[in-house]
């Protein structure tokens, strides 16, 4: 009996099925991939698309078109409730989407309440799409205004945005100054000689860190004319980036288990 299989999200996890997907169809089943954009940008070399070392299309999926030319259809949408009972989506748009098979590969993302209201100048890291727009705030900055920016989050994706910030500001003489703040010691996790390597490479590029008890807005991006952390300085006129925290969109719907927010798996 025909089923409908629906993909939410375009990432690698779904990237292999996406190329079967013909099989699928050839089997008599329907399929329906959804996703907020026709791309899906690999998050590793979101760092180097802020600084301009990759161009979008070397970073980027055509999952729209990937998913269309073997036969499936593509929803530009966002779930925003999931009804296993009725295995139903419901969709940003309005629109309700019936499954007999659904998978969720929907990527990390930073919890919109971090910022309060929101604002031009705040950039979270995710969608990475958002790096871009960084960029181009940079470049279209007027000369000799230099920006102060403030990277929040000291783990390996801070320090990533934070090093190529520096290339960025290097190469369009905009960014007078690059702050890496961390809610405890930069890399904290690592081994002391990679975390040796990674601040003296930092220095090189001028970026000062500061490890910041308590810090809040972790896992934020924004560039801002003011920003504060409890206990330390105010830092006008910063453009922030960072890493992000992983947020479930499950547990309205009671999908998920244990302190951390996830959905329970089975050994398929």
Known sequence: MPKHLVFVGGGHAHLTALLRLRDYVRAGHRVTLIGPSPFHYYSGMGPGLLSGIYRPAEVRFHVRKMAEDRGGAFLEDRVVTVDPVRRSLLLGSGREVRYDA???NTGSEVPADLFGPPAYDVFPVKPIENLLAARRRVETTPAGKGLR?????GGAAGVEIAANLGRLGRESGRIARITLVSRSVVLEDYPPKARALALASLARWGIETSGTPNCSGE?????????RWPGSESTPSGRTASSTKTCSRFSREGLCAGSIPGVPISRY
């Open 102 to 104: 659904v998978s969720f």
């Open 219 to 227: 896992g934020t991006a924004s560039r801002s004319r003011e920003s």
């Open 149 to 153: 920016a403030v990277v929040v989050g």
